[in-house]
C-alpha cells in the first residue's frame, strides 16, 4: 500500500492506494472505503458516531498489536509519517 501525504503540517487530507480486495470487500457487504475507514478511525480516537465501546475497544486493541509493525514501516521508509 503506498501512502502519500499532501502536508506534513498536520493537514486532515491523505491520499492512500487501496488494494483492489479491500474495495471489493466494501463493495459485496454494500458500503464504501471510506465509511469503513472513517467508521474505524471514529472508534480508535472515541470521535461522534463511533460504534459504542465494543468497537472502540477492538479498535484500541488492533491498533496496540499493529503499533510496533506500523512504526517499523515508517522508520524504514516502507510508510511515509
Known sequence: MTISWLSIERDPELIIVLPPEFISRCERDGTSPAAVLRAFIADLCALKGNGGIDD?????HWYRRHRARLRANVA???EKS
Open 56 to 60: 472502540r475497544a477492538a479498535a484500541a
Open 76 to 78: 524504514s521508509g516502507t
